[in-house]
Nanobody, 117 residues
Framework: VQLQASGGGLVQPGGSLRLSCAAS????????MGWHRQAPGKERELVGD???????YYAASAKGRFTISRDNTKNTAYLQMDSLKPEDTAVYYC????????????WGQGTLVTVSS
């Protein structure tokens, strides 16, 4: 199983980025796909997730600015981030878990997002 996160980079405050998570080696459509982030010196936190059918959940910090989606035909999940703030700077990870469980079975390698002027 491989989850390949991409799309990170340097962006100015107020800007946008779209992260992608390409999955292989698993039955993508049966997993909930989640995005987490870890800022320097902080614990990893959930940004949000998307169910097999496309229902989404967002942490309070992401609600209204971030959009999570998936394309089951491409085995890919997305995190669209708008109105980015310096405090969004972190390594972003995608993960896959089975519905009804809180534990993630698989993780991607992470992609760095830096929000700075």
């Amino acid at each position: 199983v491989q989850l390949q996160a991409s799309g990170g980079g340097l962006v100015q405050p107020g800007g946008s980025l779209r992260l992608s998570c390409a999955a292989s080696g698993l039955s993508f459509g049966t997993y909930v796909m989640g995005w987490h982030r870890q800022a320097p010196g902080k614990e990893r936190e959930l940004v949000g997730d998307v169910s097999r059918g496309g229902s989404t959940y967002y942490a309070a910090s992401a609600k209204g600015r971030f959009t999570i989606s998936r394309d089951n035909t491409k085995n890919t999940a997305y995190l669209q981030m708008d109105s980015l703030k310096p405090e969004d700077t972190a390594v972003y990870y995608c993960g896959a878990r089975r519905p009804g469980t809180g534990r993630y079975d698989y993780w991607g390698q992470g992609t760095l997002v830096t929000v700075s002027s």
